[in-house]
């Protein structure tokens, strides 16, 4: 995949390193992941800023094969296909996410579940039909989800999904690691001041020249629970969002959420969105799902000890009610 040309190619006020080289500020954008991946980055030279850029979204498409639930040729994909057979050796990296992703599972009490593959194909396809799933439609996709239906042995990497037709979604999670893969990539061609947004997800290194960091607007900011004025300041972070605003559906006059309850099997829209500010894309990103899901800082807040304990301190979070989404909210459940 070529790279898009560049955007934005800009001096700004003693824009320096910090080795007295002149950076310029580049920015690129391609397709990834289903949202617009934006990379930008300060560099001494538009080679360097390329160079890196290339790589990095290459690792993207490379990780994208990994984890993608629409191709049906990733190695999730191919995992899925052998549901109700024997242990499957996987990927370092396949391995990593579904570790963090059971431990998440069993901290939220299954409200994070990425077996939930079997309901959100469901309502993708009855979401293209311009129909909600019925009742029985909803419980037979539930008989085939529920983390402790996945057994992983991290001696020998493999997975066993333990009742055939078996779907993961890691759509709540392999994003944020995927921006941290390409952000690695970037800082090893030697490219530290750099953001890359993904959707709701924004992992970004180093400051820009001559700032304390990456400014980042948080536009629902004007309602909600946490101390935000509406914008942050982020370096050698994460940020990631997780709400109605952007993916929705509209059935009967209503909209609805697109993100599933795994424990219920039903959608609902719930009028917030959800912000987590964390050490990087990893946990930033499934955490703004759970937070989402919960809709209780008390009890995140509870589940972010247990997971990253001292290092719990890192974390804010934030939830904003949206007043457009609060009057059409729609709920699945009948």
């Not at 990379?39 to 094969?65: H, P, Q, T």
């Not at 004025?229 to 990631?240: E, M, Q, S």
Request: net charge neutral.
């Amino acid at each position: 995949m070529l790279l898009y040309a560049i955007l934005a190619s800009v001096f700004i006020s003693m824009p320096y390193g910090r080795c007295g080289e002149l950076l310029r500020r580049f920015e690129y954008a391609q397709l990834h992941m289903g949202v617009k991946v934006r990379i930008v980055v300060y560099a001494d030279s538009v080679e360097k800023a390329e160079d890196g850029c290339r790589a990095a979204f290459r690792r993207i498409n490379e990780l994208e094969d990994i984890f993608s639930d629409y191709r049906q040729k990733s190695e999730l994909m191919r995992l899925c296909a052998n549901a109700g057979g024997p242990p499957v050796k996987v990927s370092d990296e396949l391995f990593y996410v579904l570790e963090l992703a059971q431990k998440l599972a069993e901290l939220t009490d299954g409200a994070f579940d990425v077996t939930v593959g079997p309901l959100t194909h469901l309502w993708r396809s009855a979401r293209a039909k311009g129909r909600l799933p019925s009742q029985d439609e909803v419980k037979n996709a539930l008989k085939k989800v529920g983390w402790k239906k996945m057994r992983l042995d991290a001696t020998s990497k493999t997975v066993q999904l333990l009742e055939s037709g078996m779907l993961l979604d890691l759509g709540g999670i392999a994003k944020g690691f995927i921006v941290d893969c390409a952000i690695d990539v970037l800082r090893r061609n030697g490219l530290c001041s750099a953001l890359i947004e993904a959707g709701g997800d924004i992992v970004v290194g180093d400051p820009p020249p001559n700032s304390q960091g990456w400014k980042i607007a948080l536009p629902y900011a004007t309602s909600g629970v946490g101390e935000c004025d509406g914008r942050i300041i982020l370096a050698n972070a994460a940020v990631a969002t997780s709400g109605d605003v952007e993916q929705f559906f509209e059935f009967g006059g209503l909209r609805y959420s697109h993100i599933v309850d795994p424990r219920s099997g039903f959608i609902e829209a719930k009028g917030i969105v959800a912000t987590v500010v964390a050490p990087n894309g990893t946990i930033a990103d499934p955490l703004a799902t759970i937070l989402y899901m919960l809709g209780d800082m008390e009890r995140f807040h509870d589940i972010v000890v247990k997971l990253l304990n001292e290092r719990s301190r890192h974390v804010k979070a934030f939830l904003f009610k949206c007043e457009e989404l609060e009057r059409s909210k729609g709920s699945s459940r009948r």
